[in-house]
């Protein structure tokens, strides 16, 4: 059995020396002061003894945590006063992740963390190794899950076994590990070009919650900021809650209008921030069976994505990338649980590039072209816009109630004029769903703001589930779902058809019964597709082992119509090897 680095000890050790010194103090200072059980002179006791306890019980984590891989399983044994002995055979293990921190990264270490399919939490984490020992526990899984899908020879003949009667020669034994060995071949890279055009198409509305509610006096800051531009305007000296009710009208629009342009300015100015952070220097290899990235600045991630464990591949785009041509290509697992990480970055396979690639990508993921989406029934446009229609006409309600019955509020009736806006958007949420049914997938679209295309192959296909609304029956509507494992349908993200007419409901329902029946048949027979194989292939025309000095694809187009240099596609590294056992 192994033992983590020695730097695991020290960040053991000084963090729950921390821990229980921190928990001494407050404690010495409660049984001093409010309680006045203990003298003053106690404090300079339970802490250090605190700090005293807290570092042995860190060194000790660290001497009873070992860890082995052998014999196909992953052993690790831990705790303290309650020992855990865990077995994980590397068959369950879908997804190994390396995180890499700005310690870490100084002293050439990385914390690895090995999920499982279904777990609520990561099944493993070994925290401080070399990076040399991770990626070598990341090729290990992978060659292992590899070679247990690999038929037998016949006879069970091995590399020390005799064939045709003669012992196998060394050079033999060799070749055929070499042949083992999968190639490290470049899929994507995103250049720098692109990854500021990323920086520039990303929005997201959260971000300035987590400078405002993060950092200390940001809020105070914030709206001084507000009030000395509202005040150059033209509008009130100073910007607060307390003296809304004072305003004139023309007063509260101006703070109003200033308040939302600043708050999607500094919006767009962290997304592109904390864009150009967690996507720094992406890449992705195919690598054997698996997808594997690596990307970061501050906080370097690698991970492998299996490809027998994709349940979803999802185009996205939204209003900026689909005006100027790109789009992004991010896959579901089963291995990842909720919550866990960076969810959206670790299942990304293309943050953006030109939409002929990344749907060229897909394609080959799925072994399927990009269907052309059925829209809904027209009777369900009513639906959407009545349905957008209620909240301002419910805030209306709201408002004239107080206004009638506690405070006079002047314009109660405002919020109706969003009423043919609620109209607009009703309408294009409409236009933009669909869905389509083809020989090995099930399509579905869905999203205005930023749109999303779910493609679901039919073997991955959980559960399909028809469900009728109070308001559906009305309209003789439904919603046929392709339900997966991946973690996306625990929040809401399946591949779903909304507001399809009762009767293409109950087709759809049993055409994805039955092709999900077929294609389980087809792959208990052994087929399976070779799209992905064939697209790297036509990329970079070498044999297993070689490596590559041409480009997989060219780039994005420009405006011109040429492609632009630094492509994303990139020569075979050849950098990770499988580790053998």
Known sequence: MKRLHPFSAVGNVLNRAFSLGAFGFFAGMM????LNLLPLASVFVLAPLGALVGGAYGVARYYRFTYELADGTLSVDSGVFDRQERDIPLSRIQNVDIERGPIQRVFGLAVVKFE???????????NAITVEEARDLQSAVASYRRDDRETEPPGGVTDDAEVDGRPTTDEATEERTERRRPTQQRLYELSTRDLLTLALVSFRPAAPAVILFGVPFAQEYARRFLSETVSALGGPATVSLELVPTYSTPELLLTGVVAVAQFALAAWILSAAFTITEYYGFQIDYVGDDLRY???LIQEYSGSIPLEKIQTVTVRENLLMRRFGYAALAVETAGYAPGSGSQDASNTVVPLDDRETVLALSEALTDAEMPAVEGLPERSRRRYAVRYSLLPVA???CLAAVDAFAVAIPYWYAPLALVPLAVVAGHL?????????????FAARSGVLVQTTRLVPYYRVQTVID????FQRRLSLASVTADTASTASLLGGDAT????DEATARDLHDTLRSRLMTDLRARERGDRSHALEEYVRERSPTTPGEPTDETHHEGPRDADGSHHEGGQNTPETG???PVEE
């Open 575 to 577: 950098d990770d090897s």
């Open 497 to 500: 058809a909304y507001d399809v």
């Open 395 to 397: 805030i209306t309600a």
């Open 31 to 34: 049984l001093t002061g409010p």
């Open 429 to 441: 949420t409409w236009s933009h769903r669909g869905f389509a049914v083809l020989d090995h997938l």
């Open 116 to 126: 499982t399919a279904g777990g609520s939490a990561t099944e493993a984490t070994l």
């Open 467 to 470: 469900s009728r609304s109070v």
């Open 294 to 296: 690596r990307r970061g």
